[in-house]
């Protein structure tokens, strides 16, 4: 059992709120302020870390029922859902049936519009962790002493990083919240999507010599900046019309130099209860079924992929099956063109599909049957033992070394200078044997990408790779339910970004509009 001490925090009334999303608001927890709190107790700053972790993982430190964010659903804003609603859902490998306001938009790639409850939930949570890790970041810089400062602050403005990250990747601009804007009372200016990538590519540099090489689980260390820098340079010329894949196998290159991780011999393992103990996760977000309770989490991915009309659920340790998610012939097709090849394939990951009593073309996204269930992640032991529980104990990997093999096998093809393609094919081998499938000869832009399909479906990255492939949008490359019909069609580039939520246009008039919403 994975156990997180927490404490509940207090947001520093109005400072960031009034300048950038004034709808944010959270009622304090306790009468001290973080200031005051941590003159008193300077190891409180360990469970006020850990709920900045927490901010990626659970809908709130109070419960499954109870949300960080002020009006938001509980359930439905934590942002591991958010990551999966966005990333996968949008893309070509898994649509949800269930067809309620916002998440059919998604899983159509129709009618996104700023009113998308869906978007402003991970808008939110993108602006809720921000302020606090900077006001957290402020206090220790400059108002109390805690021992190992230097550490704590690094964690601190990775995760604000992080955040960052993935507001660039979904939205493109925003508010920038830093240490020196933070108490800004009149709202910010708008940053542009390179602005913004320059702060994090600063602010990640600044703390890799700075941040411990290694950490307890759960928490980042320099692996795990260098991993982020990876991802970021990976993907700057979308982001800012600049390609630094150099940039991007050099940091892919230092994660595997560091030497602390290695590939899992058992490739499910990585999805399964006790992950926590997989020598391939660089960086997870901890879930548990007792301690860290989510709908959110991978509760919503395991849950979301059982239905006991034809599924068994306890074999998966769930008490619920949600019956909405599943895949397309766009996943597991990368596997066989057929049911039967898919059942026959050797490939470890092909088995990770529930085909009995479901059809393999996906006529009717809304017909359970319809489409392949995903069964890549399970509240079972990666023995097969644990218990049944109604929420889940696997921890999502958001960072892990497989990924880090096909980073800086697509940037040698993309003819980094800082990577080779012999050595890119070797990593992509490893990645095939690992899954017991057959080596390769050559590899090609393409066979990374179809690579990446197979070995990182339902990780939150598969929007990103299409956009960066330069194939989510446009109608060269159609998929199941693209742009709401059965056999795909064109999707407007705008598509590459999501609309800025109503209420932060409202809240901050600086703000601007994405370009066709």
Sequence with gaps: ???????????????????CTNDLETEPKFELT????????????????????????????????D??????????????????????????????????????????????????????????????????????????????DVANEEQYI?????????????????????????????????????????????????????????????????RANQAVVQMLLAKLYLNAEVYTGTARYADAATYASKVIA??????????AKNFRADNNTSKEIIFPLIADATSSQSYGNTTYIVNGNLNSTTMNLAAYGATEGWGGHRATKAW????????????ASNDVRAKLFWTTDHHYEMNDYKEWTDGYPSIKFTNKNSDGTGNVTPFSSTDFPLFRLAETYLIYAECALRGASTATVPQALTYVNLIRSRANADALTTISLQTVLDERGRELGLEGVRRQDLIRYGMFTGGTYLWPWKGGVVNGTSIPDTYKVFPIPSSALQANTNLTQNPGY
Aim: net charge negative.
């Design 1 to 19: 059992m994975k156990k997180i001490k927490i404490y509940s925090l207090v947001l520093m009334a109005g400072l960031f709120f009034s300048a």
């Design 34 to 65: 973080l200031e005051e709190l941590l003159a008193r107790d300077p190891n409180a700053v360990e469970g006020l870390l850990s709920r900045m972790y927490s901010t990626f993982a659970l809908s709130s430190v109070s419960g499954p029922n």
């Design 67 to 144: 949300s960080d964010i002020a009006g938001a659903n509980a359930g439905e804003s934590p942002f591991i859902r958010g990551l999966v609603n966005l990333n996968d859902f949008t893309a070509d490998g898994m649509k949800n049936k269930w067809g309620d306001n916002g998440l059919d938009q998604l899983t159509t790639t129709t009618g996104w519009n700023s009113n998308n409850k869906f978007f402003k939930y991970v808008y939110d949570r993108i602006y809720y962790t921000i302020p606090q890790t900077t006001n957290l970041i402020l206090i220790l810089k400059n108002k109390v």
């Design 154 to 218: 690094s964690e601190l403005r990775f995760l604000r990083a992080l955040s960052y990250y993935y507001l660039i990747d979904f939205f493109g601009k925003g508010p920038l919240v830093n240490d020196t804007t933070f108490e800004t009372t009149a709202p910010l200016p708008e940053a542009t999507r390179a602005e913004l990538f320059n702060f994090v590519e600063t602010e990640l540099k600044e703390i890799e010599g700075q941040i411990a090489p290694s950490n307890t689980y759960g």
């Design 258 to 267: 560091n030497g602390g991780y290695q590939l899992e011999t058992n490739f």
């Design 332 to 343: 597991y097709g990368l596997f066989a063109s057929s049911a039967a090849g898919l059942t």
